[in-house]
């Protein structure tokens, strides 16, 4: 599958610990991005990187919330002290930019349940 | 603020039947409108994408309406399968092409 992956899929964890979850984009992307998605809404953006650069954050993202992309591939984001309003789906999408239709293709998601 | 407003919020249809969802938006500067499918517990996957110039795209049993001068945008199934049910988004991309908005979604439920 060369598609746009995300792992885990499901994650319930209890209120003050920490998760990190990771996603793989399509390989030649060079734009990577994170969303949040709370259920009947439609996702809100987080953060993108350009390769490995962290070009813009949203207020959403407390401080609590960190992203990296290392190596300019795969990224992953941590939430550290979980509260049960970061009860989401986290969504990744990754994009070739530059290319002219900078299409986001959208991963599978991970469904954050906090206790 | 740069807004995208969808209705209805959610209906259900017969198999067979026909359906049209709507996509109001605010954002500027315009871009593009893309129609997404996401069924329940995975990612949105594109449908259709509509620049500025374009006021229809097809794909398969969807077809994707677009005026730019009212701001509007309809999505239609044709001949609706089980298979369709789930939430269609509309998203709207504003000059920058990577901040994208995002409506609520329509969720669609095909009942045989």
């Known amino acids: 599958d060369t598609g746009v992956s995300q792992d885990p899929r499901h994650k319930i964890t209890k209120r003050g610990q920490n998760v990190t979850f990771r996603c793989d984009p399509i390989?030649?992307?060079?734009?990577l991005y994170w969303y949040r998605q709370t259920l009947g809404q439609g996702p809100e953006f987080l953060t993108y990187?350009?390769?490995?650069?962290?070009l813009e954050k949203s207020r959403l993202l407390s401080d609590r919330f960190s992203a990296e992309r290392p190596k300019g591939s795969f990224s992953t984001l941590e939430i550290q002290r979980t509260e049960q309003g970061d009860s989401a789906m986290y969504l990744c999408?990754?994009?070739?930019w530059g290319s002219g239709s900078n299409e986001q293709f959208f991963g599978p998601g991970t469904r954050l349940t906090v206790l | 603020k740069n807004q995208v407003e969808q209705s209805p919020q959610s209906l259900i249809i017969l198999e067979g039947k026909n359906c049209t969802l709507q996509?109001?938006?605010?954002?500027?500067?315009?871009?593009?409108l893309r129609w997404y499918k996401q069924d329940t517990g995975r990612g949105p996957v594109s449908l259709t994408i509509?620049?500025?110039?374009?006021n229809t795209k097809s794909n398969g049993r969807y077809t994707a309406t677009l005026d730019a001068d009212t701001k509007q945008s309809s999505l239609h199934i044709t001949a609706s399968q089980l298979s369709d049910s789930a939430s269609y988004i509309c998203v709207v991309s504003a000059g920058n092409d990577y901040k994208l908005s995002f409506g609520a979604g329509t969720t669609v439920t095909v009942r045989a």
């Open positions: 990187f350009q390769n490995e650069a962290q």
């Open positions: 509509m620049t500025f110039s374009e």
């Open positions: 999408a990754s994009s070739l």
């Open positions: 996509c109001n938006y605010t954002v500027s500067p315009f871009s593009n």
């Open positions: 390989s030649e992307h060079n734009r």
